[in-house]
């Protein structure tokens, strides 16, 4: 299981958890964690 970080959703958390691995504190600086996001939002937008 993915780790969490900070506040928000769940999906935010790990995203934020993904960014801190990287060494940023943005997580849309990061390019895994726009990937865990944009995983989440292609879920809700197709369901």
């Known amino acids: 299981m993915t780790e969490k970080k ?3 959703s769940a999906v935010a958390q790990r995203a934020n958890a993904i960014a801190a ?3 940023e504190k943005n997580p849309r ?3 895994a964690a726009q ?3 944009g995983k989440a939002g292609a879920k ?3 369901g």
Do not use: D, P, T
């Open 35 to 37: 990937a865990e996001l």
């Open 6 to 8: 900070g506040k928000g």
């Open 29 to 31: 600086k990061s390019s």
């Open 21 to 23: 691995k990287e060494g």
């Open 44 to 46: 809700a937008k197709k």
